[in-house]
């Protein structure tokens, strides 16, 4: 959306400096809907244009940038206001793209293999979907298929190539080699079966591409057949493999689709730099745009209204996913198994070690965990809070003591705490009772933190009712402005740390067809000395 409206603000450049001043409030250029207008934003747009301030024409000014944001919703909400290119549109943009753009086709394919695996991996789990056929055509379209091929390796994925009419251009050779040093299996056309359903998961469609022409000659009819059969004659089987087209289904007539009705019926479209005509005929359930590198001067020059890619992906689902019935919705999990023989004695340094494996994954907050409460009434209460440090004593969070957990906790100090790392197909739950943490403890957590997060836990009263969000923002600038100065923050009297000391723990391993790993520790004396006990607990 960034690229859009920088794109109307400049065609309103001349206009905006005739007239005598501008002034403007700190208000944002970019955001991600409309509603998100708003003076609390970062961005200033004055010295963007260079021009002076007054405040009766920035609400004109910004009104007209809300405007344009509505707009935006509106396209990325309605597949139907989204711009469709002819045969011959296509082709212009790629000549302006490598011609006056310097853009090198290395670069373009590279960019649009990259967007077909992110679309793929963003429908298709490599847990579930793991073993991927690329069906590669002698064109730039089949480069952009071996280009997808290299980074579905990267993300987990099984590639298989399957490329009859080998290009010998150096491009398409050094694309053959990286996948070669990769170990991905090329497979000839005697090497695939005829029922392509039992061998892969996923079929990647990159035969022919928009400037294709004509019908389709061996190999390539035969393949395409294969691809249309499956369709066909899926139901006689478990689960037909899911089957992507890259910009074009092969063998449909780029502005008309599918003539014949008996062509290919993709599960899934990547489209490239915007969608070809042919793309309205399309009826599957996920419609992807990728290819990110369309600049202001093409969307101008050709009147592109198109999606706005949300933060740093690469693709963009068109229309809204289809609807799933939630009942359908399961996952057969794939993880080593986890043995008692294999795991420590202690569950605090298992715990470690867990917490070691989500570290290294890179999983975003691996120390959120969900933690329980009761008050006296007997009603359990959940929320996410962030672990801020365990050892054999037990695992510490902060918050204030006045909230609706610290209540509860006062009137029944046992908790439960559950942490969850969907990547690695793991839980932990940890259960026993809680106490505050020391004065001491507190005080030095607290100013460890950011300056702006010790403001924050003074100006919340949590879980009280407040009449708006003004009233939080005021307090804060209040307080932002009196410790301006850098002086210390004092502590609120209401706010410090909990710590769980564990009386029971249990893990967790994800397991096929449901029989799920886990092992809970129940702590035990011998000889006066504190010893957990492993059970195994089905599942």
């Known amino acids: ?3 859009i409206l920088l794109s109307e603000l ?3 450049l001349p206009l905006l400096r005739k007239g005598k001043r501008m002034s403007c409030l700190v208000t944002p250029v970019l955001l991600p809907s409309s509603s998100a207008v708003t003076a609390s934003h970062h961005l200033f747009l004055p010295r963007l244009l260079g021009l002076r301030p007054n405040i009766g024409f920035t609400r004109k000014f910004w009104g007209s940038v809300r405007g344009m944001a509505t707009k935006m919703d509106s396209i990325q909400q309605n597949p139907e206001t989204i711009s469709h290119l002819n045969q011959q549109e296509a082709a212009q943009i790629d000549e302006i793209l490598m011609g006056p753009l310097s853009f090198s086709v290395e670069q373009l394919m590279e960019l649009a293999g990259l967007s077909v695996a992110a679309a793929i991996a963003e429908v298709y789990k490599p847990s579930e979907y793991s073993r991927v056929l690329t069906i590669c055509g002698p064109g ?4 952009d298929g071996l280009v997808a091929a290299r980074h579905l390796y990267h993300f987990g994925y099984k590639p298989f190539i399957c490329y009859p009419k080998h290009t010998t251009k150096p491009l398409y050779n050094g694309l053959v080699t990286q996948l070669e040093s990769l170990s991905v299996p090329f497979l000839s056309l005697e090497d695939l079966p005829r029922d392509l359903s039992d061998s892969f998961d996923i079929l990647v469609d990159a035969m022919f591409g928009f400037s294709f022409h004509g019908s389709p000659r061996p190999p390539f009819d ?8 499956l369709k066909i004659n899926g139901d006689t089987h478990q689960k037909s493999p899911a089957i992507i087209s890259i910009d074009i289904p092969s063998g449909w007539h780029v502005e008309e689709g599918d003539l014949s009705g008996e062509g290919i019926k993709p599960d899934m479209l990547v489209s490239l730099t915007a969608p070809k005509l042919c793309a309205k005929r399309f ?7 990728g290819g990110r590198f369309v600049p202001p001067s093409i969307r101008n020059k050709f009147n592109l209204q198109l999606p706005a890619y949300p933060g740093t992906a690469m693709c963009v689902r068109i229309g809204k996913p289809p609807k799933i019935d939630i009942s359908s919705l399961r996952e057969n999990y794939i993880s080593p198994a986890l043995l008692e023989e294999e795991v420590t004695a202690d569950p605090f340094d298992q715990f470690q070690k867990w917490f070691d494996d989500a570290m290294a994954a890179g999983l975003k907050e691996p120390n959120a965990m969900a933690l329980s409460t009761t008050g006296k009434d007997g009603k359990p209460s959940s929320r996410i809070v962030l672990l801020k440090g365990f050892d054999k004593d037990g695992f510490v969070w902060y918050t204030n003591y006045e909230g609706s957990k610290g209540q509860q906790i006062a009137q029944n100090p046992h908790a439960a705490l559950l942490f969850y790392w969907d990547d690695l197909n793991r839980q932990v739950r940890i259960e026993g009772p809680v106490q505050k943490v020391s004065d001491k403890e507190s005080e030095q957590y607290f100013h460890s933190r950011p300056r702006g997060s010790q403001i924050g836990a003074i100006v919340s009263q949590q879980s009280t009712v407040i009449p708006g969000r003004h009233v939080l923002l005021d307090e804060y600038k209040q307080l932002e402005t009196k410790y301006s100065d850098g002086s210390v923050i004092p502590k609120p009297k209401h706010w410090g740390g909990y710590r769980l000391k564990p009386e029971m723990f249990e893990f967790w391993q994800g397991q096929k067809s449901r029989l799920h790993d886990r092992l809970r520790y129940i702590p035990g004396t011998v000889d006066g000395k504190t010893l957990w006990r492993i059970e195994r607990l089905a599942p």
């Open 140 to 143: 730039n379209n089949g480069g």
């Open 222 to 229: 035969d393949l395409i057949q294969r691809l249309v059969a």
């Open 283 to 289: 009826s599957g359930p996920h419609h992807f745009l």
């Open 10 to 12: 400049y065609k309103m």
């Open 1 to 3: 959306m960034l690229t």
